[in-house]
């Protein structure tokens, strides 16, 4: 579970929250999503890697959701079978497979039908083909009983995952100038690409001051948000356009990074 620490009481500062410094260590996987305080108030993430490299000063966001085909599942039996207190339940996939966890540590919420509302982290599971069934072990019991009516949509880890068999494709990336996911940060420095098989970790800014490219001239004060030409920009907020991420701490500069003050 994620928390804030003062991350100068943490054996994680050995790789650098402010040193620019990556790991590929797998105790790191451990404590991905884990949220640090710095001594001037910002808050760090540790982060791990998709398969593309990131650079510094850029917006990031989750990986990219699998989107329809895990949105919306069937659950497989009665409320008998999916009783309150059962911390197996049995869904079919759409149209694209799961890897052996690669939903642990993410979310199953029920979306539809008998326990609606219900957000449930995942444990644990083992492949799927594609519209074949796979059993979610979950880290909490249902506490409104599932049937066939009920669907449930999965959400990868929002801060990255080393589980199933190519890791590239559970890891964080730049924000994209239409989202596939939500805004979790900034980086502060470049974090290398991860592999298939070989994780890379590192930190990034979820609130307080840092610096992100600009894709347009912002003014001071006014709050911005991911920007629609260039991946990873910030430009002036527009209602109902897209996320707000934050404030303007200083005049943009058209592609210049400029501070700005994130508010994730």
Known sequence: MSYISDYKSSPIQLFGVNGGITSTENYIGTLVGTKFLSDDDRVYALVQNGGTALVAARLIQS???????????????????????STQVTITLGGTLATANQYADGYAVVSAGLGIGQTL??????????????????????SVALDTTSKISLTLPQYGSSNGTDVTTSGVVVCPTTLTGRVIGATIYPIPASTATVPTYGFIVTNGPVAVLNGAGTAIGLDVMPGASVA?????????????????????????????????
């Open 63 to 85: 990986p990219a959701s699998i989107g329809s085909t895990h949105t919306g599942l069937a659950v497989s039996g009665a409320a008998t079978v999916n009783v309150i207190g």
């Open 121 to 142: 982290k995942i444990l644990s599971h083992p492949a799927g083909t594609s519209s074949g069934t796979v059993v979610l072990t979950l880290a909490e019991p249902i």
């Open 232 to 264: 990873g920009s910030v430009v002036t907020y527009v209602v109902a356009t897209k996320t707000r991420v934050g404030t303007a701490t200083v005049a943009g500069e058209d592609t210049k990074a400029q501070l700005i003050t994130l508010q994730l």
